[in-house]
């Protein structure tokens, strides 16, 4: 099963229309809890969105989605239960059901971000090597993480054990490396693929996190004004 080009684009414009209206819900207090309970549904749903508007399933994308769905939960595994990797962290409430701490819906977070990333990637890059293409998906996922991690804490997705509760710079070093290895095997297995919906939710993601961190100050900018 795939989705058609206009099934795609009817998928994209309402994916615009809910994340503006989740925005605005999650900076509402008198309906904020309710939208945090959306956000695992969210990730679930929007990974099966991504996963079906994939043109070609054979055996190499399946073991591929596995590999990083597993890979990727391994990797949270250990840096929940070591501190080594990404610095003391515990996932909390919205993140859906845990395994040894670990939310299940991390894997498919993992994967939603490396493969949306790796198109996005691929369509705006079309003449860049393996290498190339990786350190930028790379750079281009770890600069999203940056506001991710203000996102998740703010809505109790995971918190840091930091006496400080802030970020550590290794949790971003280490994002950073873990992207690259992800996006080396998503170029070395799909040097030509252009997933056009991928890439946009690739975007999206960049820019409803960016609005996110963004909207105390433009919102009190309004006030003041």
Not at 31 to 41: D, E, L, S
Not at 94 to 116: A, H, R, T
Not at 172 to 189: D, K, N
Not at 199 to 209: K, N, P, R, Y
């Amino acid at each position: 099963m795939t989705l058609s080009n206009r099934i795609q684009y009817i998928f994209a414009s309402a994916l615009i229309l809910f994340y503006v209206i989740g925005l605005i819900g999650l900076n509402l207090h008198s309906v904020q809890a309710v939208f945090k309970y959306i956000i695992p549904f969210n990730i679930l749903a929007l990974c099966i969105l991504v996963l079906i508007s994939h043109k070609g399933w054979n055996t190499r994308m399946v073991l591929f989605s596995i590999s990083v769905f597993l890979l990727g939960y391994g990797v949270e595994l250990l840096g929940i239960k070591t501190g080594v990797i990404f610095g003391e962290y515990q996932y909390v409430k919205y993140m859906g059901p845990k395994v040894y701490g670990v939310p299940l819906l991390i894997g498919l977070n993992w994967l939603l971000m490396v493969y949306s990333t790796g198109n996005m990637v691929n369509l705006g890059w079309k003449d860049g090597g393996i290498m190339q293409k990786s350190l930028l998906g790379a750079f281009w996922m770890t600069f999203t993480d940056l506001f991710l991690e203000n996102f998740a804490v703010s809505n109790e997705m995971w918190e840091w054990l930091n006496p400080d509760g802030g970020i550590p710079l290794q949790n971003f070093v280490a994002w950073f490396y873990i992207s690259f290895i992800f996006q080396l095997g998503f170029h070395y297995l799909f040097p030509n693929l252009k997933n056009r919906f991928a890439a946009f939710v690739s975007v999206l993601l960049l820019l409803f996190f960016l609005a996110y961190v963004s909207w105390p100050v433009l919102t009190d900018f309004s006030i003041n004004k």
